[in-house]
């Protein structure tokens, strides 16, 4: 069953710990994303990968980290440096012009 | 600036009663204008893929058309499970395949 897996779907944090999220997707998509997702706003973009071994800082970037080592899996480290992690975090992957989602993150810090 | 805005930003319908919800664009060099609908707490669920102006797609209730300068969600006669947001992205150039998404339209059906 092909798809986008993000785990976990739950993840709470304390102040000044790193998390990394993870992304997985079976779709031998070339380009994979990351979106934080807030309320009342729209889909921002973090992180994006166009292959392996490359990738691109997006509109709000600070306090995030990412890597591509494998084509499949594109996971999303929150860094301390985040100053407002707390979010809905959204990984997707595309071909051409269908792009596919993941069915979310739901981060806490506490 | 690349923009997308998505109008009205709520809507409620009594079920059978259509309606059409509006996605305006600028961005340069439109490639594609993606719709999803969106239950709470999950991620987007990929509906369509519009290319070019002109163009129109359907699914079930749903159908999507294109325009220079914007996006129509037409929906003909919604049931209660309808109920969700509603997104609008379009995929253009900006050196990175870029895709810019709206705020979405929340649609409620009343049964």
């Known amino acids: 069953d092909g798809g986008i897996t993000q785990s976990p779907k739950y993840l709470f944090r304390k102040e000044g710990q790193n998390v990394t999220l993870s992304c997985e997707q079976n779709?031998?998509?070339?380009?994979m994303y990351w979106y934080r997702q807030d309320p009342g706003q729209g889909l921002r973009l973090i992180y994006y990968?166009?292959?392996?071994?490359?990738?691109q800082k997006g509109d709000i970037a600070e306090g995030y980290s990412v890597s591509r080592e494998k084509k499949e899996s594109f996971p999303l480290t929150v860094t301390s440096a985040q100053k407002n992690p707390t979010a809905f975090y959204l990984c997707?992957?595309?071909?051409?012009?269908?792009?596919?989602f993941g069915q979310g993150t739901r981060l806490t810090v506490v | 600036e690349d923009q997308v805005t998505q109008s009205p930003e709520a809507l409620r319908l009594q079920e059978g009663e259509s309606s059409s919800l509006n996605c305006s664009y600028t961005?340069?060099?439109?490639?594609?204008l993606f719709w999803y609908r969106q239950d709470p707490g999950k991620g987007p669920e990929f509906l369509f893929t519009?290319?070019?102006a002109g163009e129109e797609k359907e699914k079930e209730r749903l159908k999507a058309t294109l325009t220079k300068k914007e996006s129509f969600l037409h929906i003909t006669a919604p049931k209660p499970e309808d109920s969700a947001t509603y997104l609008c992205?379009?995929?253009?150039?900006?050196?990175?395949?870029?895709?810019?998404f709206g705020t979405g339209t929340k649609l409620q059906v009343i049964p």
């Open positions: 961005v340069s060099g439109l490639r594609g």
């Open positions: 990968s166009q292959i392996v071994n490359d990738f």
């Open positions: 779709l031998n998509h070339d380009a």
């Open positions: 997707a992957s595309k071909m051409n012009t269908e792009a596919f």
């Open positions: 992205a379009a995929f253009h150039s900006g050196g990175y395949q870029k895709v810019t």
């Open positions: 519009l290319y070019s």
